[in-house]
């Protein structure tokens, strides 16, 4: 069974950076580096949004309009592990952040809270 367990998330001051990281456990058999995977965000009272994704080729990255050239997502397939560098970060960043295998989804993790704020 897959699971993806978030961490990294924490209160940061407008215009500071964070680093989120997502593990991924999985049985021996699985190979996720043929997975394409993203970062979500959920704001306070609103819906999960596609926040930014990377392809089994890592070169391959797509951002939403708030992420652009602000975040980067990057993977490690040697561990399984998503990142997403957030720099820049502004109030409106503030959500409890989530990764997930893109087309192919799984149960969601708890998330990280991330908290922007002065």
């Known amino acids: 069974q897959v699971q993806l367990v978030e961490s990294g998330g924490g209160l940061v001051q407008p215009g500071g950076s964070l680093s989120l990281s997502c593990q991924v456990s999985?049985?021996?058999?699985?190979?996720?580096?043929?997975?394409?995977m993203s970062w979500y965000a959920q704001p306070p009272g609103k819906e999960r949004e596609l926040v930014a994704t990377i392809g089994a080729d890592p070169s391959n990255t797509i951002y939403g309009d708030s992420a652009r050239g602000r975040f980067t997502i990057s993977r490690d397939n040697a561990k399984n592990m998503l990142t997403l560098q957030m720099n820049s970060l502004e109030p409106e960043d503030t959500a409890v952040y989530y990764c997930?295998?893109?087309?192919?989804?799984?149960?969601w993790g708890q998330g990280t809270q991330v908290t922007v704020s002065s």
């Open positions: 997930n295998f893109r087309y192919t989804p799984r149960p």
């Open positions: 999985a049985p021996s058999a699985f190979i996720f580096s043929r997975y394409w």
